[in-house]
């Protein structure tokens, strides 16, 4: 396992941007499969964007898609999540996770439970 330290969230109006980062602490964080998942108040975490180890793969979901970009520096250990044209359904605390596996599949690395490596979280909420 890897230990993983959210930052970047905040305060931000609806249209604005924000950018988290994750970073990593660990060996072989290259071979790291990485995630990021939100959740609301009274609402179950959900998926929002994944990574493969060497980049090459990006997963989001569908209400994300064209907004958010996650992206990955190997050599810094750190993952980001670039959010534009915020929404006020945007507002969760996000977590970032991960998983020492550098062959995945689509359903893996959008699910949760697969995940054994979990971030504390980043508050990010967005006003109207």
């Known amino acids: 396992q890897v230990q993983l330290v959210e930052s970047g969230g905040g305060l931000v109006q609806a249209g604005g941007s924000l950018a988290l980062s994750c970073a990593a602490s660990?060996?072989?964080?290259?071979?790291?499969?990485m995630g990021w998942f939100r959740q609301a108040p009274g609402k179950e975490r959900e998926f929002v964007a994944a990574?493969?180890?060497?980049?090459?793969?990006?997963y989001y979901t569908d209400s994300v898609k064209g907004r958010f970009t996650i992206s990955r520096d190997n050599a810094k250990n750190t993952v980001y999540l670039q959010m534009n044209s915020l929404k006020p359904e945007d507002t969760a605390v996000y977590y970032c996770?991960?998983?020492?596996?550098?062959?995945?599949?689509?359903?893996?690395?959008?699910?949760?439970?697969?995940?054994?490596?979990w971030g504390q979280g980043t508050q990010v909420t967005v006003s109207s």
């Open positions: 996770a991960a998983r020492n596996r550098p062959i995945v599949t689509v359903f893996t690395i959008t699910t949760q439970k697969w995940y054994d490596s």
């Open positions: 660990g060996r072989s964080f290259s071979n790291y499969a």
């Open positions: 990574i493969r180890w060497s980049g090459g793969g990006t």
